[in-house]
Every structure is written in structure tokens, then in C-alpha cells.
């Protein structure tokens, strides 16, 4: 016991001084520092040189969850009352086309090319989810605070909400075709999702708002906000929610109604990073390279057509809300990332589909290698044009 937990130390607090590392050959590379430690994550990880204590991987879920929920509590503060009269268009245009766009495109140009009917179905429900964590730490890594990047992160905060009741409505088609009992429980399961996990951001969101100002600043508010956070991931962990959007909707309620709403968001933002680069590595670990060379062609034009559909949907969702041509041109390309939510959808098809699913779900971990590796550098490469990198950085 003892020596499995010198073994743990020792490997976590090595990959912190790897995520120092990282940010140098990030200024010199120009790379992001996300897709510099998934890189870092697959070379010593089982793939590659398996030099990574297996105990990495068995913490890896906790890891994830702490990450993510850390997530949707910051993306929460980004949805105040004022910048959502000023972004909220753009916001709720541009995350509905993105969705109905890729879910559309992936679908006819699966067929298209002979590519089963509840394989396509399936794919293009799957197809909209994102990759919030790395979308956030891009825009955080190179210092982007205006318009554009307020945009982004509000799209990204509620497109993988309009996802699952895509991916939901599409998985009760299959199932129905498939004779397997699609029923309105099924279409509900989105529904249901969506709002409970709303219910549960509110109902602690409120009491943290009432808490946040009247407790001293510095270590009390860190633990005031640190126990909400958790408090809130593990709820929605047992009620089978999504605790990504239970702890985002927190984050609104606490920026909407605190008296000093930003104590609670400065003391995750202070610690989160330690995390982040926990997370990331790890999740670096757990690609293999076999997945992505067993990709296929069904796998190759999932992701050519999700690509393409991001670009289409961000440039309509852009012309639809009246944003400026030069940031509706690189919206979707920003949109890029996807990771674990989409291998979460595609362990739900192969547990609801265990014939097709399974299909379905080798397709998305192999695509999922390519996006999580790729996507953070078109999201720094869409930032970067539009004029909200910070050169510095």
C-alpha cells in the first residue's frame, strides 16, 4: 500500500513539472499546450513507452470528473445578465446551426457513401458534441478576452446541451428501425438529462450565492467554492446527469445573484490548472494508436464530415446572428475539439445497441484521437486570426 502510494506522488507531482514544461515548448512552438500534453500523455503512456504506473489510469476517472466539473463552474461565470444581452444572439444562433448543421452533413454524406442507416443515424448524433476543457484552456493559454473568444465559450457551454437532445431523438429512430424498442422513454432521456442537471445547478447555486461575499476572502472562499463544486459533480454523478452542464448552471446562478460573484471563479481558476494538467496527460495515456489506425473509412469521412459540418453550421449559425464576416469564417473552425462526451455517447449507443454500438463506438475513439490532438490547434489557429491572441503568450 505504502509503495503504491509513493509511486502515485511521485508520478503526479512529475507530471506537474511536465505541464511547466509544456508552456515553454508552447511559446517556442507555437503549439497549444493541451495537444503538447496529450502528446506527452501517448509517449508515455501503453502505446508508446509505457513507462506511466498503471495507477495513472486508475485514477484517471476521478481525474476527469474533478477536471470537467471545475470546467462547467468557470464556463457558468461567462453567462451574466449583461453579456448575454450583448452575446446571447450570437450565442443561441450559432450553437443551434453548428448542431443541425453537423448532425445533418455527417448523416447524408455517411449515406452518401454507402455507410449503413442507424450507423449514419448514430454518428450524426454523436457528431455534436465538443471538447470543452480544451476549448477553454486555449482561449485561457493565449489570453483572448474579446468578443470572439465570449462567443466561443458560450457556444461551446450549450451546443453539447443541443447535442444530447439530438443524439437522444436519433437513438430512439435506430432503435425503432433496428426492432429494438425505441419509445418515448428514450426520447425523454435527453430531456430528462438536461433538466435535472439544471435543477441541480440551481438548487446549489443559490445558497453559494447567498454564501459567496458574507465569507472572508482567500482560503475560506476557496474551500466555500471548492466544496460547491465538488458537492455539485458528485450529485449529478449519482443521479446519472450530466454534471459538466449541473455545474455550468451553478456557475450562472452564483455570477447572476452574488454579491461578489468573481471570489468564488478567481479560487477554482487559482488551482485548476494543477488539475488541468493531470487530466490532460492522463487522457494522453489513454489513447491508443491501434484506434486510430483502425479508423476505416467510415471512421476517415466522420471526421471530414464533422469537420465540414462545423465550418457550414458556424458560418450560417454567424449570418443568421449578424456577426462579423471575419468571425463567422473562423467560428466552427474554433469548434473543432471533442473528447470525452462523445466517447460517452458512444458507450450509451453500444450499451443500447450492443450490436451496432459497438460498431459505432470503435469509430468514435478512433476519431476521438484525431480531434483531442487536433482540434486545440485549429481552435489556437481561429483565435490567432481573428485577433484576440495574446502575442506574448
Known amino acids: 500500500m505504502e509503495h503504491n502510494i509513493a509511486i502515485t506522488l511521485i508520478t503526479f507531482g512529475g507530471l506537474l513539472f511536465l505541464g511547466l514544461l509544456t508552456d515553454v515548448l508552447g511559446r517556442r512552438t ?51 445578465l449583461s453579456s448575454l444581452r450583448e452575446y446571447g444572439r450570437y450565442v443561441l444562433w450559432i450553437s443551434v446551426s453548428v448542431v443541425i448543421a453537423t448532425s445533418i452533413i455527417v448523416f447524408f454524406g455517411l449515406i452518401l457513401f454507402g455507410v449503413r442507416t442507424d450507423i449514419a443515424l448514430l454518428l450524426a448524433g454523436i457528431a455534436c458534441a465538443t471538447a470543452p476543457a480544451a476549448t477553454v484552456d486555449v ?29 437522444s431523438f ?15 422513454a428514450t426520447l425523454l432521456f435527453g430531456v430528462w438529462e438536461i433538466g435535472m442537471s439544471i435543477l441541480v445547478g440551481i438548487a446549489l447555486g443559490i445558497p453559494l450565492a447567498y454564501l459567496t461575499g458574507r ?17 455539485c459533480g458528485g450529485i449529478a454523478i449519482w443521479l ?14 452564483v455570477a447572476n445573484l452574488a454579491r461578489h460573484h468573481k471570489r468564488p471563479f478567481h479560487a477554482i481558476e487559482g488551482i485548476e490548472w494543477p488539475v488541468m494538467i493531470l487530466f490532460f496527460v492522463l487522457a494522453g495515456a489513454m489513447l ?12 476517415t469521412l466522420y471526421i471530414i464530415f464533422r469537420t465540414g459540418g462545423r465550418l457550414i453550421g458556424g458560418w450560417i449559425g454567424g449570418k443568421i446572428s449578424h456577426t462579423v464576416p471575419l468571425y463567422r469564417k473562423w467560428i466552427g ?8 462526451i462523445a466517447l460517452g455517447l458512444g458507450l450509451v449507443a453500444e450499451q443500447k445497441l450492443p450490436g451496432v454500438g459497438k460498431t459505432v463506438l470503435h469509430i468514435v475513439i478512433g476519431a476521438t484521437v484525431w480531434f483531442e490532438i487536433t482540434g486545440p490547434i485549429m481552435t489556437k489557429i481561429a483565435l490567432n486570426r481573428v485577433g484576440e491572441t495574446d502575442t506574448s503568450k
Open 30 to 80: 507555437k503549439l497549444p499546450r493541451v495537444t503538447l500534453l496529450l502528446i506527452f500523455g501517448f509517449l508515455i503512456g501503453p502505446s508508446c513507452l509505457d513507462i506511466l504506473p498503471a495507477l495513472g489510469e486508475k485514477r484517471f476517472p476521478a481525474i476527469a470528473d474533478i477536471a470537467l466539473v471545475m470546467v462547467g463552474f468557470l464556463l457558468g461565470e461567462k453567462f451574466t
Open 288 to 299: 491508443h494508436a491501434k484506434s486510430l489506425l483502425q479508423v476505416g473509412v467510415i471512421g
Open 240 to 253: 446519472e446527469v450530466s454534471f459538466i452542464l449541473a455545474a455550468m448552471v451553478m456557475g450562472i446562478v
Open 333 to 340: 473552425t474554433a469548434l473543432m475539439p471533442q473528447a470525452g
Open 215 to 231: 465569507i472572508k476572502d482567500g482560503e475560506p472562499t476557496l474551500v466555500e467554492a471548492l466544496g460547491a463544486v465538488f458537492l
Open 139 to 167: 482561449v485561457r493559454e493565449v489570453g483572448a478576452n474579446g468578443p470572439f473568444s465570449k462567443m466561443l465559450l458560450g457556444v461551446v457551454a450549450v451546443d453539447d446541451a443541443w447535442g444530447m437532445i439530438v443524439f
Open 170 to 184: 436519433l437513438l430512439a429512430i435506430v432503435q425503432t428501425l433496428n426492432g429494438n424498442g425505441g419509445n418515448m
